[in-house]
């Protein structure tokens, strides 16, 4: 039975007028009527006896109706749950990428104090490293990747541009090339050189080669073991990829160093589902690339 004529019969019950309920229903008397026809139908008794004097509910149509009571009662509730719910849902937008780089997540963060100047926005926010995002960003497991676009895009996916990161190294303070100025990509002929694990991370470490190899560095890149922390495990080796200015986390002794030469750069970009249809994960994206493009992005 609808819902709708549960609150029909309610208000019959309460009004025994055809006339009085289906004005407070802002329906006509003969829908009202025929409403009331098709649940006695479906229930198989008289709910109301109805004659050109009066309407009165049945002994049956007095117990039946007052449990209707609860029933639409049970269903405004759990409705008005299922929509705060969806609500929340909505308002919550899930952003992956290497937000340990404290310029990103700062972005982040800034845009989206901006949208809930707006609207209602509850960001979850992803450190993902330099893992490939387009999949999972597909696949449903965020809603916004600030992340890196290499050579091949996604005609799935909706790229803007934020800014570039030059290529860097990360080293002991030992190291020889830890002082070297400039630095450049020929600086690095010849030395050890480590990455992050080959896992989920395929495009990016093809990204890295070819801008290897369009140098001519020929030294092989050393992936580390899955789940490993990607930094210099020897005094002879170094960290090979984007420049990252946060290593010093790992301890006072690592030297984080970007690349002088930028032939080669990382392509920084903000991207989501070019089906979203979400009003705050669009608002959140276009917040993104306006702060990205108003901010000082510098070492």
Request: glycine share 4%; proline share 3%; hydrophobic share 40%.
């Amino acid at each position: 039975m609808d819902i709708s004529y549960c609150e029909e019969l309610s208000m019959l019950a309460e009004c025994l007028s055809f006339r009085k309920a289906a004005a407070r229903l802002f329906i006509t008397q003969s829908t009202l009527s025929k409403h009331v026809t098709a649940v006695e139908r479906e229930v198989g008794f008289r709910i109301f006896e109805r004659n050109t004097q009066k309407v009165s509910l049945t002994e049956s149509g007095a117990v039946f109706v007052e449990g209707l009571k609860d029933v639409v009662n049970s269903y405004e509730t759990v409705l008005r749950e299922a929509r705060d719910c969806q609500a929340d849902r909505d308002a919550t937008v899930r952003v992956m990428g290497p937000l340990l780089n404290a310029q990103l997540a700062s972005i982040v963060s800034l845009a989206a104090s901006q949208v809930a100047e707006r609207r209602a926005i509850k960001v979850s926010m992803a450190e993902v490293g330099v893992r490939d995002y387009e999949e999972r960003l597909i696949g449903g497991d965020a809603d916004v990747a600030v992340g890196f676009r290499y050579a091949e895009a996604s005609p799935e996916l909706c790229y803007e541009h934020l800014f570039c990161l030059p290529f860097g190294i990360a080293c002991h303070a030992s190291h020889p090339l830890a002082e070297r100025h400039p630095l450049s990509f020929s600086d690095l002929a010849g030395a050890r050189m480590m990455s992050y694990p080959m896992e989920e991370r395929a495009s990016y470490h093809a990204f890295v080669r070819e801008a290897k190899e369009r140098h001519h560095l020929h030294t092989a890149i050393e992936h580390l073991d899955p789940d490993a922390l990607c930094f210099p495990s020897t005094t002879d080796s170094v960290i090979f990829g984007v420049h990252f200015p946060d290593y010093s986390r790992f301890g006072g002794d690592i030297v984080a160093r970007p690349l002088d030469d930028i032939t080669d750069v990382f392509d920084v970009c903000v991207v989501c589902r070019l089906s979203e249809d979400n009003e705050t994960v669009l608002d959140l994206f276009d917040a993104i690339v306006d702060c990205a493009r108003n901010t000082d992005i510098s070492d």
